[in-house]
């Protein structure tokens, strides 16, 4: 393999690893949206929950047998 054939090899292996990587940064940026969104969901499931619970929701005394048992 000549100069010349092993420079033009070493630029597609270039192009195809900047390819790559610009995928790559897509992907984890899309990633990082998407976490955001589900930390905001679980923070307003979150905060229904404990509403549900301040109005008498579950307590520890509601799985308790009733005392007849």
Do not use: W
Request: aromatic letters at 4%; proline letters at 4%.
């Amino acid at each position: 393999m000549n100069e010349q054939q092993r420079f033009e090899s070493l630029e597609i292996k270039l192009m195809h690893l900047e390819d790559t990587v610009a995928g790559l940064g897509s992907t984890c940026a899309h990633q990082q949206r998407e976490l955001a969104e589900l930390r905001e969901r679980l923070r307003v499931v979150s905060e229904r929950l404990a509403g549900y619970e301040d109005l008498g929701g579950a307590s520890a005394t509601a799985h308790e047998p009733p005392p007849h048992y």
